[in-house]
């Protein structure tokens, strides 16, 4: 059996340290905004909601659902939920998930038959140029490659993977945001603002 590629420890101390920190989170604002547009499309109201992190909904996201319950999932990737929810969503809490298939199958048997799922995930051309530079830069000092940037999944791998966890019509797509940086410091500091280092 393979090791998992993600470290949960890491992870909640990632998210932690993040939050004390005074960075800019363009990012979660970016997503929280693509949600709340995508929702807004959606002409039914949400009576319960599941907000998949342990702080609180962002401002645009919370008009979405009357009651929210907070949930992440802990240390053996399980959600701590009963059923009943009329929508669940994610911002990023799914992105250093190690059984990806198994944490939405979780996320679909918490909703209701007729309940709602929408999520914001980095996709697999994130950081390409930071993996593409790692890599060059360790083939010409040490002769070989190791992974340095998280893995990503591929849009089409997600919209399967929807579908194998039993969502009915599963809809998967790219919104790209392109930021660009004067060094790799810079880029380092949002990252971690982000919570998104190696983890």
């Known amino acids: 059996m393979s090791p998992a590629p993600f470290d949960f420890s ?15 989170r ?12 995508r929702l807004s499309a959606v ?5 319960r909601g599941l907000w998949l992190d342990d702080s609180p909904p962002p401002p645009e996201l919370a008009p ?11 240390a053996r990737e399980m ?9 669940a969503l994610s911002l990023y809490s799914l992105q250093t998930i ?11 048997r918490a909703l209701k038959p007729d ?9 697999g051309g994130t950081l390409g140029e930071l993996r593409d530079s790692f890599a060059h830069a360790e083939i ?18 997600l919209g399967g993977l929807l579908q194998r966890a039993g969502f009915a019509l599963p809809v998967a797509d790219v919104e790209r945001l392109t930021v660009r940086y004067g060094d790799f410091f810079a880029l380092a500091r949002d990252l971690r603002a982000h919570g998104f280092t190696n983890v």
């Open 79 to 87: 959600l701590p939920v009963e059923g009943g929810f009329d929508l």
């Open 115 to 123: 309940g709602l799922f929408v999520a914001a995930l980095l996709g």
């Open 43 to 47: 002409t039914r109201g949400f009576a």
């Open 10 to 24: 890491a992870s909640v101390h990632a998210r932690r340290r993040a939050l004390k920190r005074a960075g800019d």
């Open 140 to 157: 010409a000092t040490r002769g070989g490659v190791s992974p340095r940037v998280s893995p990503f999944a591929d849009v089409r791998d």
């Open 64 to 74: 979405f659902a009357r009651d929210w319950v907070r949930a992440r999932f802990d």
């Open 98 to 108: 190690n059984d990806l298939p198994g944490a939405l199958v979780q996320i679909r």
């Open 26 to 37: 363009f990012l979660d604002r970016a997503a929280a905004e693509g949600l709340a547009d």
